[in-house]
């Protein structure tokens, strides 16, 4: 069974700081993984999405890493502004349970970016 | 495009109450998912569609029901609620196995 985990579970940094949000999960016969930031009592929102054959994705202050092998992604984020704060989660499709309609969720990051 | 839509926002039930959590798409997305998120133990998988007319049970499903009659909608049948049913309910939907996916602003279920 497919777990995901991450560190660490709660984030305080200055603004402008750049940082770094971790994901690992166990099984590396992985579809894609996504990170999805989630704003107090909103729904999610998909940051990026990585497919299995790519190592890294890009949008604008955003990147993220893959590497399937050793069960790891990261989050970077440039720069980081209050608008920043949020839970970013890490989720997991499996390759052979369906894709993507099938997420295995890490139980997030609670990120503060304070002035 | 509204995107996924759930309703209702919030919902108060007694225990043995049986109700249907409404959730909609207008994209056109094929795949549409359930997830219940409770505190520290992230979003769980409850039932999922990868077409109209097809419906596969996830991690959690004893419970709840689904049907998929339409592409647009993915009803949560739950049939006779239980405390520890309470929780936030989200609805997603995406285009395709690996297209990001679209996800509803979520129920937030109470079950005395």
């Known amino acids: 069974k497919q777990e995901v985990t991450q560190i660490p579970a709660a984030l305080s940094v200055p603004e402008g700081e750049n940082l770094v949000l971790n994901c690992s999960f166990t099984?590396?016969?992985?579809?894609?993984l996504q990170w999805f930031r989630q704003d107090p009592g909103k729904g999610l929102t998909s940051l990026l999405l990585?497919?299995?054959?790519?190592r890294e994705q890009t949008s604008g202050r955003l990147n993220a890493s893959l590497d399937k092998s050793s069960g790891r992604s990261t989050l970077y984020i440039a720069a980081s502004q209050p608008g920043d704060s949020a839970t970013y989660l890490c989720?997991?499709?499996?390759?052979?349970?369906?894709?993507?309609?099938?997420?295995?969720f890490g139980t997030g990051t609670q990120l503060k970016v304070e002035l | 495009n509204a995107g996924v839509t759930q309703t209702p926002k919030f919902q108060v039930l007694k225990t043995g109450q049986s109700m249907t959590l409404q959730c909609a798409q207008d994209?056109?997305?094929?795949?549409m998912s359930w997830y219940r998120q409770d505190p520290g133990m992230g979003l769980r998988l409850i039932h999922y569609?990868?077409?109209?007319?097809?419906?596969d049970q996830g991690e959690v499903p004893n419970g709840y029901n689904v049907s998929r009659s339409t592409t647009e909608d993915f009803p949560l049948r739950l049939l006779s609620a239980a405390p520890s049913q309470t929780s936030v309910y989200f609805c997603?939907?995406?285009?395709?196995?690996?297209?990001?996916?679209?996800f509803g602003p979520g129920t937030r279920l109470t079950v005395l």
């Open positions: 569609s990868v077409g109209a007319g097809i419906t």
């Open positions: 990585i497919q299995s054959s790519q």
């Open positions: 099984d590396s016969a992985i579809y894609n």
């Open positions: 997603a939907s995406s285009q395709t196995s690996g297209s990001p996916g679209f």
């Open positions: 994209m056109n997305h094929e795949y």
């Open positions: 989720a997991v499709a499996g390759a052979f349970t369906g894709g993507g309609n099938k997420l295995t």
